[in-house]
């Protein structure tokens, strides 16, 4: 009787923490809090970019990278078969690799503005720090069974992005 | 006439193809074990899971329309759930697991109102099993998200099918769950002398529910909160 007891204390103790971290998780961003909030995003395993915008206007073109908190199997590998894909551009220096978490309230503007509801690729031209022009790639996720048939549709897209 | 038909297929699939994606499959697991408390009675079971893919179909119809309406922005409401439901989801999980297993114990008393309160919760475990059904529709994660959102939306604008394709995509996606209870049916037969000879039975089978619910509700916490 007493072992159940604790168990159920335990669980409901897990239970409060969770639902409090949950709450501080959602809640708005103030102050200091804000600051611990960039803070705690910069060491995450996601390693998202803090300031995306200044990112975005260091180079005329880039492919971001738009990722959940929670990193799936098949998000991973559009991640990684995508950074392969652009490599030679990447280091050419003709386009600019980044990676943003669409969850979070900090890229909400790019968010809505490239219309990114889930793991997927943005092919971004900037000018005088301003976006001038995107493609999203959502069809990434038809293209991930074969990396060769991947591969093809990101330099086809980045292809006819930079020439239209 | 005959594309509308392959777009109906079509959805279908889709349903399908979420409910058998890996990031699902926790929930999967859990509504599995939760329609199946009552396979002493199989009537309830099957009743359960039809009632858990209604819920399914109910969320998506809903979303669905809204979407396809342009009442809601597609990309908004996609981030809003996945940024908030699932964070949420585990916890409720937890308390259901802890309810089944009687770690979180119901008011006992002969008081009128305690009485209607808990006839009430007894007569939630159908309903229960719907609620889990929309619980489980909108918990989106980047492969769902994608399926719904990125497919199924545009094939619904694309045949102006506000209701009916999310619909059908909705039993797509609560089939798996559907077939299992229905194979633990079967299946039950085959063991039908534990059900006849032993008593605790139901206490053991629910047992087995609040454990896995407990279980997957600890697993989605701990990948939601702490390890995102």
């Not at chain 1, 395993?45 to 260091?58: D, N, R, Y």
């Not at chain 1, 793991?119 to 900037?126: H, I, P, Y």
């Not at chain 1, 048939?149 to 086809?156: Q, R």
């Not at chain 2, 199924?152 to 039993?171: E, H, M, Q, R």
Request: proline share 4%; glycine share 8%; hydrophobic share 50%.
């Amino acid at each position: 009787m007493k072992t159940k007891s604790l168990v159920s204390l335990l669980l409901l103790a897990f239970v409060a923490v969770s639902i409090a971290m949950a709450i501080r998780k959602v809640g708005p961003s103030t102050g200091s809090g804000s600051a611990e909030a960039v803070s705690a995003q910069t060491t995450t395993a996601a390693a998202t970019p803090v300031g995306l915008q200044s990112k975005l206007a260091e180079s005329s073109f880039n492919a971001v990278y738009f990722h959940a908190p929670h990193r799936c199997p098949t998000c991973r590998k559009i991640e990684s078969f995508s950074q392969e894909a652009l490599t030679p551009e990447i280091e050419a220096g003709e386009l600019a690799w980044q990676i943003a978490d669409y969850t979070s309230d900090e890229n909400s503007s790019f968010v809505d503005q490239f219309k990114v509801f889930t793991s997927t690729v943005v092919l971004v031209e900037m000018k005088d720090g301003e976006v001038v022009r995107w493609k999203n790639l959502e069809e990434v996720w038809n293209h991930t069974s074969d990396q060769a048939d991947f591969t093809a549709f990101i330099n086809e897209a980045w292809s006819e992005f930079k020439t239209s | 006439m005959n594309g509308y038909w392959i777009a109906a297929g079509s959805a279908l699939w889709l349903g399908i193809l979420t409910s058998i994606s890996p990031c699902p499959l926790a929930t999967n697991i859990a509504a599995v074990s939760y329609v199946s408390r009552n396979l002493g009675q199989s009537w309830k079971t099957v009743v359960s899971s039809l009632l858990y893919t209604f819920g399914r179909v109910l969320a998506y119809t809903v979303l669905g329309t809204l979407v396809v309406a342009s009442l809601l922005s597609a990309p908004g409401l996609a981030v809003g759930l996945q940024k908030y439901l699932n964070l949420f989801l585990g916890p409720l999980l937890i308390l259901v697991g802890m309810i089944l297993l009687g770690l979180i114990e119901l008011p006992t008393g002969s008081g009128q109102g305690i009485q209607r309160l808990r006839e009430k919760f007894e007569k939630l475990g159908f309903v229960g099993s719907a609620l889990l059904g929309i619980l489980f529709a909108l918990s989106f994660c980047p492969v769902s998200a994608a399926l719904f959102f990125g497919s199924l939306i545009p094939l619904a604008v694309k045949n102006d099918s506000s209701a009916f394709l999310p619909a059908l995509y909705g039993v797509g996606t609560g089939l798996p769950v559907l077939v299992f209870a229905i194979l633990l049916v079967f299946g039950k037969q085959s063991f039908s002398a534990f059900f006849t000879k032993v008593t605790h039975a139901e206490t053991w089978l629910r047992r087995i529910t609040g454990g896995s619910i407990l279980a997957v509700g600890i697993y989605i916490t701990i990948q939601q909160v702490y390890l995102s």
